[in-house]
């Protein structure tokens, strides 16, 4: 009931409120980034970290630094910030906040298939998986030949079980194949959690169909520009895009029949929201696209904790929260290697 949430919604959720709202006050400022931007060293990173909540998480570890250690470090207090939150919340919330993980699980089974596909070793594979994305069995998808076997032998006991009768095929498993799955997944995944906060109602579904949405969308241009060149069809492509969104369904049927990225700009510029992003790339340029996406979302994710008594904060923090940690990887990487001059091009600043 929309409006009435003030009534009842601190019974279960005011408590996990007020924390996730404390970890929002301990994500990193402009004037932070600032600091990080002049480090010389990832020695220096680490001392200026050490002052903000990551501190704990780094100052034990030995110099010379790697970027994977501090990316590691910031993850795992991610993690830890997760795990507290679920074993602290009761239902709808836990359930709402499992499916903020899929998405990782998602995207570890398709590292580690993709890996396998290469002959990778698996315990390697294992250790670059997003630790949220982790289940029992992960380790056993490496015996998998196709789809249908994926399925039977590993992930029919998983929460993504629901989301592969759409690509259960007997294909064999190649680079191709394992994209359409992921992106298969994703629609899945997304019309599924786009049902279930409907259903939770409330400034919940509001908020949570507004950032759904954006997300379907992205995916939907995202997907367009990839399958530019390649073999995947009109009618293919179109099975990809989510069904719901700002761009459903007639920039849907736009986006599919574009061949060129000024095409998809032409098809996207019809939506004011989408027309502000793309207003900040230059024609035939699709490099910074991802950037500006980011930065719309992050403004939308910033958004969602000007309304209280709904569960969208929680979605917002971990979405901020690994947004921040790309931050930190980009200028680590940055200081190690060297460049920079070119520290400003990826970073994405939250307040």
Known sequence: MYGFEALTFNIHGGYLEAIVRGHRSGLLTAADYNNLCQCETLDDIKMHLSATEYGAYLQNEPSPLHTTTIVEKCTLKLVDEYKHMLT???????????????????????????????????????????????????????????????????????????????????????????????????????????????????????????????????RAVNITINSIG?????????????????????????LAICEDIDQVRGAMEKYPPYQAIFSKLSYGESQMLDKAFYEEEVKRLCLSFEQQFH?????????????????????????????????????VSIF
Not at 103 to 115: A, F, K, P, Q, R
Not at 166 to 185: A, F, G, H, P, V
Not at 312 to 329: P, S, T, W
């Open 311 to 347: 569960y969208a904060v929680f979605f917002a923090y971990m979405r901020l929260k690994e947004q921040e940690i790309r931050n930190l990887m980009w200028i680590s990487e940055c200081v190690a290697q060297n460049q920079k001059s070119r520290v400003h091009d990826s970073v």
């Open 230 to 254: 390649t073999e995947l069809t009109r009618d293919d492509r179109r099975k990809l895009y989510s069904n719901f969104g700002l761009l459903y369904p007639y920039g849907h049927e736009e």
């Open 88 to 218: 602290q919340a009761t239902e709808p919330l836990s359930t709402f906040l499992e499916y903020i993980t899929y998405g990782h699980m998602i995207d570890n089974v398709v590292l580690i298939v993709t890996g396998t596909l290469h002959e990778r070793d698996v315990q390697e594979l294992l250790e670059k998986c997003h630790p949220l994305g982790m289940f029992d069995s992960i380790a056993t998808l490496a015996v998998a030949q196709n789809m249908r076997e994926l399925y039977r032998l590993v992930l029919v006991d998983t929460p993504l079980a629901p989301y592969f009768s759409e690509c259960i095929t007997s294909e064999d498993l190649d680079d191709m194949n394992i994209e359409i799955m992921r992106n298969t997944l994703y629609k899945a995944y997304l019309e599924d959690f786009y049902r279930f906060c409907q259903k939770l109602g409330g400034a919940t579904a509001e908020i949570m169909s507004d950032l759904l949405s954006f997300e379907a969308d992205r």
